[in-house]
């Protein structure tokens, strides 16, 4: 089974010589680049005996690779090789010094504590990046609905081989990637309060976060949360989101709101074993907006919608879930979005007086569902099924 992901198109746009493709650890990165480039040098860096040769002799790899510039080279999860980055940027600085053809290099990395330090020292100014999250709703189409997105996630090997428990896969990606990889790569020394930190976090998706709070129930400060946090971020699991507000408006709230940026790792790390507890549980709404706000990530990262993603909400307590500013074909466009998990009993939404003030060109709420047909409740108020955001974004973008 192969699904199409929306990065491709990104890909295969004219770029820098080398294309840096980051991710999480088993989200699809090399599955999409061998689709891409059937005829391309491969070496994969997760391969000891050529992570060594990497470090010791990288020259040497990339001729006994028989690596030429008339095809590409795929180096694959390459921040374990950090030795190779200055052989990639002697030989582009040839060709470009002989006015030679560049040589086309695609990197892939799981860890992007390890590759940004090494693509920010040798590969500056030579280097396109490009993040490819799970699979998204649009992504895994009829082969999955509501019950998948929120338990499953968008992990491929969960749809390829439907067999394997979601639940224990995802207790193994934990203990692998972000305990053991991530963490140790940031030498977080206390690992039984990150888990813990990790549980309360996805407890919190899709709500202000208070990171004393979580701070004082995991038992580390505050400060250190948001480290955690960080790092989270920069490995496109998790993401702060900021309200939007102006200078002129003090009655807005500014705390960001936490969202996981796959819904089956929030289900997971929320201690779900099945669906059927979750779907019926309090925790299901605020999973069904992260979900919604993951399509809108991946409309930006791998559709290349240039997006402004932001919260809306006022100490007297008007909101919109999603801000989103949106460059388009005839400039700046605005969309308040609302996330809503139901389909029948959807009613219509005014925009927030509040925001009418703050911004006038928001003139309209699109509540964002599971399922259903797309519709127009209210001259300003219109239902989206969350199967089709990205696209309806797209067109109106166009």
Known sequence: MWFERDLARELNQPSMPARVVVGPRQCGKSALLAR??????????????????????????LEMSGFTSDRSLVLDEASHAP?????????????RRRGEKEPQFWITGSNRLLLDQEVRESLAGRASYFFLHTLGVAE???????PDWLFRGG?????VRPEISPFRYLDDYVRTFVEKDIAATAHVDKLHQFHKALGLLAARTG???????????????????????????RNALASRLSPYHSNLNKRLVRTPKIYFLDCGLASNLQGWRAVEPLLASPQAGPLFETLVFGELVRARDHRGLALQLHFWRTKEGEEIDFLVAAQGRTGLRWF???????IQQTHSIDVPPGLKRELPDVTEVWIITPGGEESRLSRS????????????????LS
Do not use: H
């Open 155 to 159: 992990w491929p090997e969960l749809y």
């Open 336 to 342: 308040a979005l609302e996330a809503k998990l139901g």
């Open 36 to 61: 891409l480039l059937p005829d391309a040098t491969w070496l994969s860096l997760d391969d000891m005996q050529i992570r060594r040769r990497a470090q010791d002799d990288p020259a040497l790899l």
């Open 140 to 146: 895994l189409g009829v082969a999955a609905t509501l």
């Open 381 to 396: 108020c219109r239902q989206v099924p969350v199967t089709i955001l990205q696209r309806r974004l797209e067109e109106e």
């Open 83 to 95: 030795n190779l980055f200055s052989e990639l940027k002697k030989r582009i600085d040839l060709a």
């Open 207 to 233: 709500t202000l976060l208070n990171a004393t709070d979580v701070g004082q129930l995991a038992g580390v400060k505050g400060q250190t949360i948001s480290e955690w946090l960080d790092l989270l971020e």
